[in-house]
């Protein structure tokens, strides 16, 4: 039996998904162009027994998610780039008491209140941590509905099975644009041991605190010690990513989300004229897919990162590729989404310049 495909708008569907994967408390704020998730919330919670509150700001929004992750439930809060901002304390608050939640981020232009037209000029916010102190979120990078929908529901699992922050990191072109989408194959929810959740005690064992104040410093090096050996495993085991053509590849061009869609035009572009090029598509921003760069810069003359920002991934494909290989970058920004032509013109220009 086929399974069922629906017509949904990203932001929408990111809403489904995260009902399906058990989320239950949802605390936001509206701001383009992630408001039809926040609008999508409000309108299912009160039908399936949730919760969905409007906080007074993005910083109240956040430290409500904080106050229900603490107490072991699933909960979500979504913003756009200037929002997330408002946020960063709270996160790193989240990441320092190792508590779960997803944290949605449909990007926008930028510095400043830049524009509404996506972009993906947040990526260091991202994956560099954006708040204060030692810590990770596992970003996730979807290029379609469908990976919006499928990688929701592995966000949740994840923040659940590490006890991180889990960030899906999409764009406004994401967020606005519509897609058929088959729910079926929305991972169902793992079930996780939260015995350190607040929850009350009926008296019979110890009290559990969720904190993040160390006045030890020793102690405090202890536990940011203990979860940097979290974030290695996440590191060695969570890494992900889409990749064709790059065993034989010339040039490899690589990008995530919608970007990534109009590198794969691009590519078939100049394919066609004969010039070997293969693509890496991370899915992982953090932990950035480090592994299949190293291996495809064993062959490969030169990389190309394709970016709708001044250039951030880039420096994260120096790193992965070490020196091996020149690494080049393209971007457009300020709400601009490159074209093919483009693209194709900027594959052009390295491949006449090889040996």
Same mark, same amino acid.
């Given at each position: 039996?086929?399974?069922?495909?629906?017509?949904?708008?990203?932001?929408?569907?990111?809403?489904?998904?995260?009902?399906?994967?058990?989320? /239950?408390?949802?605390?936001?704020?509206?701001?383009?162009p !992630?408001t039809?998730?926040?609008?999508?919330?409000?309108?299912?919670?009160?039908k399936?027994?949730?919760?969905?509150?409007q906080?007074?700001?993005?910083?109240?929004?956040?430290?409500?998610?904080?106050?229900?992750a603490?107490?072991?439930? /699933?909960?979500m809060?979504?913003?756009?780039?200037?929002g997330?901002s408002?946020?960063?304390e709270?996160?790193?608050?989240?990441?320092?008491?190792?508590l779960?939640?997803?944290? +949605?981020?449909?990007?926008?232009?930028?510095?400043?209140?830049?524009?509404?037209q996506?972009? !993906?000029s947040?990526?260091?916010?991202a994956?560099?941590?954006g708040?204060h102190?030692?810590?990770?979120?596992?970003?996730?990078?979807p290029?379609? +509905?469908?990976?919006?929908?499928?990688?929701?529901?592995?966000?949740?699992?994840?923040?659940?099975?590490?006890?991180v922050?889990?960030?899906?990191?999409?764009?406004?072109?994401?967020?606005?644009?519509?897609?058929?989408?088959?729910?079926?194959? #929305?991972?169902?929810?793992?079930?996780?041991?939260?015995?350190?959740?607040?929850v009350?005690?009926?008296?019979k064992r110890e009290h559990?605190?969720?904190?993040?104040?160390?006045?030890?410093?020793?102690?405090?090096e202890q536990?940011? *010690?203990?979860?940097?050996? /979290?974030?290695?495993? *996440?590191?060695?085991?969570?890494?992900?990513?889409?990749a064709?053509d790059?065993?034989?590849?010339?040039?490899?061009?690589?990008?995530?989300g919608?970007?990534?869609?109009?590198?794969?035009?691009? #590519?078939?572009?100049?394919?066609?004229?004969?010039l070997?090029?293969?693509? *890496?598509r991370?899915?992982?921003?953090?932990?950035?897919?480090?592994? *299949?760069?190293?291996?495809?810069?064993?062959?490969?003359?030169?990389?190309?990162?394709?970016?709708?920002s001044?250039?951030?991934?880039?420096?994260?494909?120096?790193?992965?590729v070490?020196?091996?290989?020149?690494?080049?970058?393209?971007?457009?920004?300020?709400?601009?989404?490159?074209?093919?032509?483009?693209i194709a013109?900027?594959?052009?220009?390295?491949?006449?310049?090889?040996?």
């Amino acid at each position: 039996m086929m399974s069922e495909k629906v017509l949904m708008k990203g932001n929408e569907a990111i809403g489904e998904a995260a009902i399906r994967s058990g989320c /239950r408390h949802f605390f936001g704020y509206p701001i383009t162009p !992630q408001t039809e998730l926040s609008a999508y919330m409000a309108k299912k919670m009160p039908k399936i027994g949730g919760v969905f509150l409007q906080a007074e700001s993005e910083v109240a929004a956040i430290n409500m998610v904080y106050g229900a992750a603490g107490a072991g439930a /699933r909960t979500m809060t979504s913003s756009s780039s200037p929002g997330i901002s408002l946020k960063a304390e709270g996160i790193s608050y989240i990441a320092g008491a190792d508590l779960p939640c997803v944290i +949605v981020n449909i990007v926008r232009g930028g510095p400043g209140l830049g524009g509404i037209q996506p972009a !993906q000029s947040d990526y260091f916010q991202a994956t560099k941590g954006g708040g204060h102190g030692d810590y990770h979120l596992i970003v996730f990078a979807p290029n379609s +509905v469908q990976e919006i929908v499928s990688l929701t529901a592995d966000a949740f699992n994840k923040a659940d099975e590490y006890r991180v922050p889990v960030m899906l990191l999409g764009d406004g072109t994401l967020g606005q644009m519509m897609e058929p989408v088959d729910f079926d194959s #929305v991972p169902a929810p793992c079930e996780a041991d939260k015995s350190w959740a607040t929850v009350g005690t009926d008296l019979k064992r110890e009290h559990n605190i969720v904190n993040s104040l160390y006045l030890s410093p020793d102690k405090l090096e202890q536990t940011i *010690i203990e979860r940097q050996h /979290r974030y290695d495993i *996440i590191k060695e085991k969570e890494q992900r990513w889409d990749a064709h053509d790059i065993e034989d590849a010339d040039i490899i061009v690589t990008s995530y989300g919608t970007t990534s869609r109009v590198v794969e035009t691009a #590519v078939k572009m100049v394919r066609e004229e004969g010039l070997k090029v293969g693509v *890496i598509r991370p899915i992982t921003l953090w932990p950035f897919p480090e592994k *299949i760069f190293k291996e495809a810069a064993n062959t490969a003359k030169a990389f190309l990162s394709v970016e709708m920002s001044m250039g951030q991934m880039v420096e994260d494909v120096k790193l992965a590729v070490n020196g091996k290989a020149p690494v080049h970058f393209f971007g457009r920004t300020g709400g601009i989404i490159p074209t093919p032509a483009e693209i194709a013109d900027e594959i052009r220009k390295i491949a006449g310049g090889l040996k």
